[in-house]
């Protein structure tokens, strides 16, 4: 008796299904069109295409002598799809091209020469240079699984949508046999990736799901989003792929990627929820909750050039892809990132966090710092610290047990060994480090404390996980202290500690400990290496290179450095001048040589085994950095440096910040910032970093390493003297913190001493 109402609602179904087809395919349509470049080369392509059906100014090596890092043959889809989105209609500058039967004509031919020329042995897809498919085997495809599962195939896809039911009988089997294979392997796996996560699944299901709303497949497209919300949420596991609960983007198992990689996934997804919004396709909470927390996290790691007025990845979060110029176009060049759709997939999502993240992309400005972030946040899942000022930006990237320093993957970044070694970009104009990096010395990576030229720097070797867990820290939102302990994973031949300060007023303060080398290689703690811009100030007077010893202060470009000048365990060290890099010799990009200005400056450690202290002040004048450097002996005040623990006092504002180092934790007495009041003395059972504002009594702390399983008690003690204000009248003030576990293990909590 129920049948005909069954009847009934099988058939709304299948309307609805239609209909949402229907609506992803028109949207997906207009992405593919809107995105398309090149409509005044239409016509010179389509004349120079030969009789062979090839562009003579395009390279079409493949197989094992094929470039793996970026497949030049790739150009020859790309041309294709520029002619079907002019043909097809709608592409800005092209519209004499629409449905013209010759352009058809031509995109066919094209067309059928790469069909024609496709491998027919299927282990070429992943297997490419192995046995089998060893070196010499007929067809178009490459040594990189990505260029035959997903560079192409992407194109490919855009392109057959594009043209629709034009398609002949057989340009439809190649355009689906090239897909189908492709999105197949989220079933199959690809060989020698150990799962397909983060970007490449996002990269891979668009493939799927375009074939899908060309076929008119619900089931397939249905299939394929069901994939990308499987991954579109928070990634909990350690070294794990995806959006993790911190807003950090990872990839290759224990690397930071919130560019490159990050910014492909979050282009995936706004194409994706573009195309699906309002439909059955569309994304549920969950996934919109996790790419949210993605976006507002790239916030903290975008920088303008505030000489070209470009946007830019800091240069930790782009991985590999530091070792390629600007002219490459690639992930050095710009953010890659069409802020149009930010706009849309906000207002589509009802998202004022969005929204605004877009506005202040969009915003016109001239702070290296875009919209209105600003103070300090520490990314715990992947070891990475950000402090922004109105007029500056600092990054610091440091690796662990449960991270990875670095990649050489197609020999990108064969030199890339140190780059996580408490690595210290520093942006005032956002200019500092453009194209520098060819012409780099990488034992001088900015921020580290290196045993120079100690370890090999090659492509084979770039990449280790690190062997200490103690590596983090802690945020209050405003400042932030950040601790490393580090191992050499290669050589196992030098160890410290260091800890970082962010401070209120502007301020780094840096603390090294505990430095021990066994090899006879000199040990330099470097303070930057960026381009050179006007004078270099040594204790006030201009300096050229060289080395210089008893200084206190050091000035260039918009950024000063302070030191103790009468601990003589250290000299100065500066290098500047133009240096000429050769891209080849660190990455795979065909760029000519380039010559930069370089300011390189670095501590020398004549005695290691003396701790060491240095301060920074960003985005200050020179007049502004001097009255700085006088006020600091009064306003900082260094508690404590020996690799137990490490602590400063901001008495300016009125602020400690302590480094447990050791598993057991520790006790520390904070000296009084008055005569008459008590110290306080600090007592944890645990390893930890902490903050502490001596004015409103809370703390803020993590557990660097980790692992701590216990709560982690904080026993804050008045010692002799009056109470400080707003103390009360208790002698001691027990905090019993329950530390975060699992995805969010190393994060913070805030509490108030009771």
């Not at 294709?80 to 010759?102: M, Y």
């Not at 799901?209 to 394929?224: K, M, Q, R």
């Not at 780059?419 to 010395?441: C, K, P």
């Amino acid at each position: 008796m129920f049948r005909p109402l069954l009847v009934v609602f099988l058939a709304t179904l299948t309307v609805s299904a239609q209909t949402d087809l229907d609506t992803v395919r028109a949207r997906r349509l207009s992405n593919i069109v809107g995105s398309s470049t090149g409509a005044a080369n239409i016509a010179l392509w389509q004349a120079s295409l030969l009789p062979n059906a090839t562009w003579a100014d395009v390279d079409y090596t493949s197989g094992c002598d094929a470039s793996p890092s970026s497949w030049p043959a790739q150009e020859h889809w790309v041309r294709i799809n520029t002619f079907a989105s002019a043909w097809h209609g709608g592409f800005k500058n092209a519209a004499n091209w629409t449905g013209d039967p010759t352009l058809r004509a031509t995109i066919s031919t094209a067309m059928t020469f790469w069909f024609n020329n496709d491998f027919t042995t299927p282990a070429c897809l992943d297997f490419g240079g192995e046995s089998e498919c060893p070196c010499g085997t007929p067809g178009l495809w490459n040594t990189n699984w990505f260029s035959n599962i997903i560079l192409i195939p992407t194109w490919v896809g855009q392109v057959c949508l594009s043209l629709g039911s034009s398609l002949s009988t057989s340009e439809l089997a190649g355009c689906t046999r090239m897909t189908g294979r492709a999105y197949n392997t989220l079933q199959t796996g690809i060989h020698n990736v150990s799962s397909i996560t983060g970007a490449n699944l996002l990269d891979i299901a668009s493939v799927g799901i375009d074939e899908g709303l060309l076929l008119g497949n619900a089931t397939t497209v249905a299939d394929g989003y069901a994939a990308v919300h499987g991954d579109l949420v928070f990634q909990d596991a350690v070294k794990a792929d995806g959006i993790r609960p911190d807003g950090s983007f990872g990839q290759h198992a224990g690397l930071l990627y919130n560019g490159a990689y990050g910014k492909d996934y979050a282009n995936d997804v706004f194409n994706l929820e573009i195309c699906a919004g309002g439909t059955q396709f569309q994304s549920g909470t969950t996934s919109m909750d996790a790419f949210t927390t993605l976006l507002l996290a790239d916030q903290w790691m975008i920088f303008r050039n505030t000489i070209t007025n470009v946007l830019h990845w800091d240069y930790t979060v782009i991985g590999r892809n530091l070792a390629q110029p600007v002219s490459d176009k690639n992930d050095a060049a710009t953010l890659e990132f069409n802020l149009t759709q930010i706009q849309v997939l906000g207002q589509l999502w009802e998202s004022d966090e969005i929204t605004n993240f877009y506005n202040a992309l969009a915003s016109n400005g001239t702070s290296v710092n875009p919209g209105p972030v600003v103070g300090n946040r520490m990314f715990y899942a992947n070891d990475y610290m950000v402090h922004r000022g109105q007029n500056y930006m600092i990054t610091l990237k440091m690796y662990g047990k449960r991270t990875l320093n670095t990649e050489c993957v197609n020999n990108q970044n064969m030199l890339g060994f140190h780059l996580s070694d408490g690595a210290v970009y520093t942006y005032t104009t956002g200019n500092e480090y453009q194209d520098i990096f060819s012409a780099w010395d990488w034992n001088l990576i900015p921020g580290i404390t290196v045993d120079y030229g100690a370890t090999p720097l090659n492509c084979a070797t770039a990449s280790k996980s690190g062997i200490q867990p103690y590596v983090g820290g802690v945020s209050d939102g405003v400042v932030g202290i950040a601790a490393m302990r580090y191992d050499n994973p290669t050589t196992r031949a030098m160890t410290w500690r260091k800890t970082f300060f962010f401070l209120e007023g502007d301020v780094m303060f840096v603390m090294i400990a505990l430095i021990t080398s066994s090899t006879t290689a000199p040990v330099f703690s470097v303070l930057d290496q960026r381009l050179h811009v006007g004078d270099v100030l040594v204790n006030g007077a201009v300096a050229t290179t060289g080395n210089y010893t008893g200084v206190s202060s050091l000035w260039h470009a918009g950024t000063g450095y302070t030191f103790n000048a009468s601990n003589h365990a250290t000299s100065l060290s500066l290098q500047l001048g133009p240096k000429t890099g050769n891209w080849q010799a660190i990455g795979s990009s065909s760029a000519p040589p380039n010559t930069v200005d370089v300011f390189a400056a670095w501590l020398a450690h004549s005695d290691i085994t003396a701790p060491v202290t240095y301060a920074m002040y960003p985005g200050t004048t020179q007049a502004t950095f001097a009255q700085k450097a006088q006020a600091e002996p009064t306003s900082l005040q260094v508690v404590r440096n020996d690799g137990s623990i490490s602590a400063l006092l901001d008495s300016a504002h009125n602020t400690a910040f302590i480094a447990f180092w050791t598993a057991a934790g520790s006790t520390i007495t904070i000296p009084s910032l008055k005569v008459g009041v008590g110290a306080i003395q600090v007592k944890a059972n645990g390893s930890s970093t902490l903050i502490l504002h001596m004015d409103t009594w809370v703390v803020t702390v993590s557990d660097p390493t980790q692992s701590l399983t216990s709560p982690l008690l904080l026993n804050f003690t008045l010692l002799t003297g009056s109470a400080p204000a707003g103390w009360g009248s208790a002698k001691s003030r027990v905090v019993t913190v329950a530390l975060p576990a699992g995805g969010t293990a190393g994060d913070g909590v805030t509490a108030q001493l009771p």
